[in-house]
């Protein structure tokens, strides 16, 4: 997992190596400066020309979750602010995701610089009561490449989700034009507007406050 934006946001569970966990967690607290950025990883780091895949999702923290904010320790009562906020972060699995290092333009007549190629990508954005279909970046040419604070979405479309439990199992599969999800037994579909779209980089984009876990990661590519 290659951690783009989320520096204060995100971080991992027990590692099974130097390199290595099965879980990727995240939390922003909305009252503490310097940590509400939201999270913006990626898996794999290579194209994938369609996906299919799954992984686990925990609103939940384990006992060993350690928070950003805990390093501070407090001398009255002698240990250190475990307390979190109780949000619920939206999950969203990213793919079709290009452009994520490119170099400015700058118009030799203007002097001014922007980016031709901004990051831009797909994913399906999943909430407690919807699942949407979000185009994700900034429309070129861009002033950032990508903006540190939160990466530009729009909803493309969206369909009402039930999903109120703490914890579920998302399944993702993008072939051609159609994207279907499945998050605990409920089914959803989507359609792209061209089957170039699925090609290129996944992971995952978390917003809002509150903590969340990813476990388990499993994706395959589908091209041929």
Same mark, same amino acid.
């Given at each position: ?15 099974? =190596?130097?390199? =290595? ?32 895949? =799954? ?27 475990? =307390? ?141």
């Amino acid at each position: 997992v290659h951690v783009l934006d989320g520096k204060y946001t995100m971080f991992t569970g027990r590692r099974t =190596s130097r390199v =290595s966990t099965k879980k990727l967690r995240y939390y922003a607290h909305p009252d503490r400066q310097g940590i509400t950025k939201d999270g913006l990883a990626l898996f794999g780091g290579r194209r994938f020309e369609g996906v299919k895949g =799954s992984f686990k999702v925990d609103f939940k923290p384990d006992a060993d979750v350690f928070p950003a904010h805990a390093t501070s320790y407090n001398r009255d009562t002698k240990g250190y602010d475990l =307390s979190m906020h109780d949000g619920r972060p939206s999950v969203s699995f990213i793919f079709g995701m290009h452009d994520i290092w490119r170099d400015d333009y700058q118009d030799p007549e203007t002097r001014k610089r922007s980016y031709p190629n901004p990051t831009q990508g797909w994913a399906v954005r999943v909430s407690s009561d919807k699942v949407e279909l979000l185009r994700l970046g900034e429309t070129a040419p861009a002033e950032v490449q990508r903006k540190r604070e939160s990466i530009k979405t729009t909803v493309v479309a969206t369909k009402k989700n039930r999903f109120k439990a703490v914890d579920a199992e998302i399944d993702i599969k993008v072939k051609g034009k159609r994207v279907e999800v499945e998050v605990d037994g409920d089914d959803f579909t989507f359609k792209l507007p061209t089957a170039e779209a699925q090609g290129g980089y996944i992971g995952w984009f978390i917003e809002g406050p509150g903590f969340v876990e990813l476990r388990k990661p499993s994706f395959k590519s589908l091209a041929k």
